[in-house]
Structure formats: C-alpha cells, structure tokens
C-alpha cells in the first residue's frame, strides 16, 4: 500500500513539474536561468537594481522578457516580482531578466 502510495505521489511531482516547465514562453530558456531571485528595488535612474539583498548594474541594451512578450518595457519590473538573470561575464553586470510566475521553483542543483 504505502509503495503504491509513493509511485503515486512520484508521477504526480513529475507531472506537475513538466506542466510548469510547459507554462513558460519558448523564448525562455529550456536549461533553466543562470540565477534566479527576488526583486527588492530597482533604480533605472542610476541603472541599478538590488535582487534578494545584492546590488547589481543594468547593461544598457539590458532585454526584459515577459511571459507574454519577447521584449518588455523595464517599467513591468516590480517589487517582490521572482525573475531569472543573466550576466556578463565581468563583473554585477544584468543583460537580459526573465519575469517569472510567482509559482515558478528553480530545478535544484547538484
């Protein structure tokens, strides 16, 4: 019984797993998100926002995508939102931000 019972629940994560992923744009990226955080503020008067309690600079050619649009306006970043980030390779510098669902989990790593 109780075997069957963990089958069960097992097929169901998996499926509820593979339904969020199925939620997603495809111009979201299908690996996951190089990091993936809470908005805490956010200055474009300065090019600055702070994500889960770290500051971070915004590239100028910076690429906000929105789960119903490629490329949105900055203004849709909001406090408290969940967005997964991408960075360049020198330094705090964000190049792209991917708005995310507020029921979005990150795949754990290994």
């Known amino acids: 019984m109780f075997k069957k019972f963990t089958y069960t629940l097992v097929v169901a994560v ?4 593979t339904a969020m992923a199925a939620d997603l744009p495809s111009y979201y990226p299908k690996e996951g998100f190089q990091r993936v955080g809470i908005l805490d503020a956010v200055q474009l ?3 600055v926002i702070i994500i889960s309690d770290i500051p971070y600079s915004l590239a100028n050619n910076l690429i906000v995508h929105s789960t119903t649009s490629y490329s949105a306006p900055t203004s849709q970043l909001r406090l408290g939102a969940k967005i997964g980030y991408k960075m360049a390779r020198s330094g705090r510098l964000i190049t792209e931000i991917w708005l995310l669902p507020s029921n979005y989990k990150s795949p754990q790593r290994r």
């Open 14 to 17: 998996m499926f509820a797993s």
């Open 45 to 47: 008067d300065r090019q």
